[in-house]
Nanobody, 124 residues
Framework: QVQLVESGGGLVQAGGSLRLSCTAS????????MGWFRQAPGKEREFVAA????????LYGEPVKGRFTISRDNDKNTVYLQMNSLKPEDTAVYSC?????????????????WGQGTQVTVSS
């Protein structure tokens, strides 16, 4: 069992930056690929970024490429999402997720555990 807790969300002006953190419980964090997803009101969940268990490979959704960076620190059981050049359309609830025994993936159905999410609001 893995429990995930996100932090770092908030209100920021367009063009600004935020760094989200997701801390996991349990001793097997390094065995999981990790991902970030987001969901805006009235929209479907959208893949943001993913990272392999050792941080050796990353994957990004098209809307965030070149602006967001995913990273992880297995010693701290934490995965990060650095978000730069934020746009109003980035406004959403951001959730992290853990995928067991799978390679890097943008498919939300392959993730086994989810956090509650943290709100990110970008004002114009």
């Amino acid at each position: 069992q893995v429990q995930l807790v996100e932090s770092g969300g908030g209100l920021v002006q367009a063009g600004g930056s935020l760094r989200l953190s997701c801390t996991a419980s349990g001793r097997t964090f390094s065995s999981y690929a990790m991902g970030w997803f987001r969901q805006a009101p009235g929209k479907e969940r959208e893949f943001v970024a993913a990272i392999t268990w050792n941080g050796g490979n990353t994957l990004y959704g098209e809307p965030v490429k070149g602006r967001f960076t995913i990273s992880r620190d297995n010693d701290k059981n934490t995965v990060y999402l650095q978000m730069n050049s934020l746009k109003p359309e980035d406004t959403a609830v951001y959730s992290c997720a853990a995928a067991w025994a799978t390679g890097i993936t943008s498919d939300g159905y392959r993730y086994n555990y989810w956090g509650q999410g943290t709100q990110v609001t970008v004002s114009s």
